[in-house]
T-cell receptor, first 113, second 116 residues
């Protein structure tokens, strides 16, 4: 059974640009959560989607947005990139809206120069 | 503000020794999660503890949960080099009955190094 996939795996962008990251959950999973991991702030929750609806959002500025498609694939977008957005972005999928176990993807390493 | 605190943050152990990582949290949640992360890799789920008094074991790792004390422990028995990694505990960011909302709040992690 294929795991969570994220594309691209590595990305280099310049300040002020925007970026879109993609996450494909495990087949049959309908919930996708996004996290940002940095050395300074650790792992922080960004948002969670279920059935194409954003149900929860972490404490991030409006430059961070996301969406989920009918096939449960999810994208997150960061506009007007700042140096501090350099991070490992992880997505995790769950089977249902109330499932406990989250399965994490390999992450997208974003570097902003 | 919801807080999850792990200690120690760094742990250097010798092979064969035992040690415990502690995770304190500030919610009244009765669920707690442990993850492992190898350098440059993603998170691997180790344990999901779903009730007070829950104890789970896998190989040399054993996790327990005391919801009254808001404390979880991850005990390492007879450490081996392969256990070297960063270990995170996490709780649900929003308390909900009947399931998780998928928004985990993580501790800062305990970087474990097991030396021969």
């Amino acid at each position: 059974k294929a795991g969570v996939t994220q594309t691209p795996r590595y990305l280099i962008k310049t300040r002020g640009q925007q970026v879109t990251l993609s996450c494909s959950p495990i087949s049959g999973h309908r919930s996708v959560s996004w996290y940002q991991q940095t050395p300074g702030q650790g792992l922080q929750f960004l948002f969670e989607y279920f059935s194409e609806t954003q149900r929860n959002k972490g404490n991030f500025p409006g430059r961070f947005s996301g969406r989920q498609f009918s096939n449960s694939r999810s994208e997150m977008n960061v506009s007007t990139l700042e140096l501090g957005d350099s991070a490992l972005y992880l997505c995790a999928s769950r089977r249902q809206s109330h499932s406990y176990e989250q399965y994490f993807g390999p992450g997208t390493r974003l570097t902003v120069t | 503000e919801l807080k999850v605190e792990q200690n120690p943050l760094f742990l250097s152990m010798q092979e064969g020794k035992n040690y415990t990582i502690y995770c304190n949290y500030s919610t009244t949640s009765d669920r707690l999660y442990w993850y492992r992360q190898d350098p440059g890799k993603s998170l691997e789920s180790l344990f999901v503890l779903l009730s007070n008094g829950a104890v789970k074991q896998e190989g040399r790792l054993m996790a327990s949960l005391d919801t009254k004390a808001r404390l979880s422990t991850l005990h390492i028995t007879a450490a081996v080099h392969d256990l070297s990694a960063t270990y995170f505990c996490a709780v649900d960011g929003i308390e909900s009955y009947g399931g998780s909302q998928g928004n985990l709040i993580f501790g800062k992690g305990t970087k474990l190094s097991v030396k021969p």
